[in-house]
Every structure is written in structure tokens, then in C-alpha cells.
């Protein structure tokens, strides 16, 4: 009997190799005309997701994806400071187990560990716009700050005439990418011996709101001003509103960074005499497709830098110019 037994299950051994062989469990199973892409999911994280500047990011990251044929999953922190939201975005889609990791890191030390968990857990990582003070990612996409910060010197430096008190309003600490144009201003303005920067030492904070407080206590304790730099978006929007208030605005010489509906509209009206301006929408796009191309084991280039440019009141109109300020974002944020 045991013999019998033995022999039976031997024979269904046999028969069950003889059927079709299972799938490899490294292959990723599609459906009918799926390619190899439409099975990625990406996580994309901004630093938050109120200002223009990070809706554009979001937009060249949807189009890339469509025409990668990958997914993305955009999700971030309300406010910009908010290290810890974060990082728990980060572990949640570590966690998750998502094929790679685009992220803006809003403070260069706090995200460094949680993208070397990333990494171990063999998930790569792209850092677009702000640097992180680790080696663990793959590539890091985004616009020379330091140089967009000279950018912002020079031009305030050429409409005060090369003398007069300066302002440098920071935007807040940890913050790679504006840290970088904060040192580009001063590096660039000390050059110009007859400017005097009266303060450089106030920080913004992470929204308007608190932007426009900073500003509005700078006007008052410097009443003297004559010129003003805003290394970002929202710490320029408050800057402006603090100037309108005070009806200084057009008076005191100002340059900002970044581009949105409010700042260019104060560019056209003489109340901000340059915005230099990135490129986030190219951002975006770099990011996603290259983090796609490190899925795939290519080659990709360590730092990718995307354009930077200087907006003012004499080429605003040109069309290139207006390609970066007016973004279609309608057609791919629907």
C-alpha cells in the first residue's frame, strides 16, 4: 500500500511539470497592449503645493508621465515648512513600495535620512529644485540658485545705479535652494562698493501671509530703503503687498524670484523691476523622466541644471519669455 501511495504521487508530480510553466515572479504581469512603463507608479513631492511655482512642477511632471506611460501620485505638505509631513510622505510611499521618488526636500538635513531609507529599500530618488545634504539619490535637477541670486544683485545693482541701502529679505532656514541664491545675492552686491545691504539677517517664513509680516516690520524699521531682494515667490508676494501698503511700492527698487500671476502683473505696473525666473515646469518634467530612466538602468547625469532667466520690464513681452511666465497648465492640471 505505502508502495501504491509512493507511486501516485510521484506520477502527479510528472503530470503537473508537463502543463504550461508559471510565470516568472520577476516579470511584471499587464494587461493587453501594456508596456513595460504602464506599470510604474512614482511619487512626486513638492515642498508644498499652494504657490504657482509648484503647480507648473506638477504640470511638467503629469506630462511627462503621459507620455512615458507611467504613474504619478503628486502629494506634499500644506505649508512649506512642515519638515515632519514631509517625511512621513516620504515613508509612506517607502512603505508603499513605489517604483522611485521625485522630491523636493524642504530642508537639506531632515530629508537626508528618509531618502537613504528610500534608496536601501532599493527605491531610487530624484531631487529636484533644492539640494539635500546626502549622496544617496540619483540625479539632481534643478536651476544654479547661486547664480539666479548673482542674477538678482546685478539687476538691482543696475537700477539703483551701483549705490544705495539694500534689503535681502531670506526666505527660511534649512531651504537649499534659497540659501544658495541668499549667498549669490550677497557674494554678487558686495562687488558693487557704494551698495550698503542694511539687513540681511529676517526670514520670511513659509507662507505670505507671514511673508508680508517680515516685510511690512523691515519697512518700518528701515524707512531709508532703496532697494530690495526676495529670493522666492511667496516671500516676494509679501514684499510687494508690504510695499503697496506702505505706498513705497514703484519708490524702493525691487527684484524677486519666481514668477506668478501677482508678480508679473506688479513687473508690468513699475512696482518690481525684475523677476529672475526658473523654469519649474521643465523641472518637473526632468524629474520624472529621469527618475523612469534609473527604473530602466540608464545612465543619467548627476546634476541637470534647467533654465534661468531674467524677466524684466523690457523683455516681457518677447515670446520666450512669455512661453516661461504663462505656462498652459489648464491643459495638464485638468
Known amino acids: 500500500m505505502k508502495r501504491l501511495m509512493a507511486w501516485m504521487i510521484m ?5 503537473t511539470g508537463c502543463g504550461n510553466e508559471a510565470p516568472d515572479t520577476n516579470d ?8 513595460a512603463d504602464e506599470s510604474l507608479t512614482l511619487a512626486v513631492i513638492p515642498k508644498g503645493t499652494s504657490h504657482d511655482f509648484w503647480k507648473s512642477i506638477h504640470a511638467g511632471a503629469v506630462k511627462a508621465s503621459q507620455e512615458l506611460g507611467v504613474e504619478i501620485i503628486w502629494t506634499g505638505p500644506e505649508k512649506e515648512d512642515d519638515r515632519q509631513q514631509q517625511i512621513q510622505v516620504v515613508q509612506s510611499f517607502v512603505s508603499r513600495g513605489v517604483d ?6 524642504l530642508d537639506n538635513v531632515a530629508l537626508a535620512r528618509p531618502v537613504e531609507t528610500a534608496v536601501q529599500r532599493n527605491i531610487p530618488v530624484v531631487i529636484i529644485d533644492s539640494g539635500l545634504e546626502s549622496e544617496a539619490h540619483s540625479s539632481f535637477v534643478a536651476t544654479d540658485n547661486k547664480e539666479g541670486g548673482r542674477l538678482g544683485a546685478r539687476r538691482l545693482a543696475e537700477v539703483l545705479g551701483n549705490k544705495g541701502k539694500v534689503i535681502l529679505l531670506r526666505y527660511a532656514e534649512g531651504s537649499a535652494s534659497t540659501e544658495n541664491r541668499e549667498a549669490g545675492f550677497l557674494e554678487e552686491i558686495a562687488k558693487h562698493g557704494e551698495i550698503e545691504v542694511i539687513s540681511s539677517n529676517q526670514y520670511a517664513g513659509a507662507t505670505k501671509e507671514s511673508a508680508l509680516q517680515a516685510s511690512q516690520n523691515l519697512l518700518n524699521k528701515f524707512p531709508d530703503v532703496e532697494g530690495i531682494f526676495c529670493p522666492n515667490e511667496s516671500s516676494a508676494f509679501g514684499m510687494l503687498r508690504a510695499l503697496q501698503s506702505a505706498g513705497k511700492a514703484g519708490q524702493v527698487k ?11 502683473t506688479g513687473l508690468k505696473d513699475g512696482e518690481i523691476n ?9 523641472m518637473g518634467y526632468l524629474g520624472v523622466k529621469t527618475a523612469v530612466a534609473v527604473i530602466k538602468g540608464e545612465t543619467v547625469e ?9 524677466i524684466t520690464p523690457e523683455n516681457l513681452n518677447n515670446p520666450d519669455i512669455q512661453e ?8 495638464w492640471l485638468k
Open 11 to 15: 506520477m502527479g508530480l510528472v503530470f
Open 28 to 35: 511584471s504581469v499587464k494587461g493587453d497592449g501594456a508596456s
Open 100 to 105: 522611485a521618488i521625485v522630491i523636493a526636500p
Open 254 to 264: 525691487f527684484v524677486g524670484f519666481d514668477t506668478s500671476e501677482a508678480l508679473v
Open 274 to 282: 525684475g523677476l529672475v525666473s526658473q523654469d519649474p515646469f521643465d
Open 302 to 310: 548627476a546634476n541637470i541644471a534647467t533654465r534661468l532667466e531674467m
Open 324 to 331: 516661461l511666465v504663462k505656462p498652459d497648465l489648464d491643459k
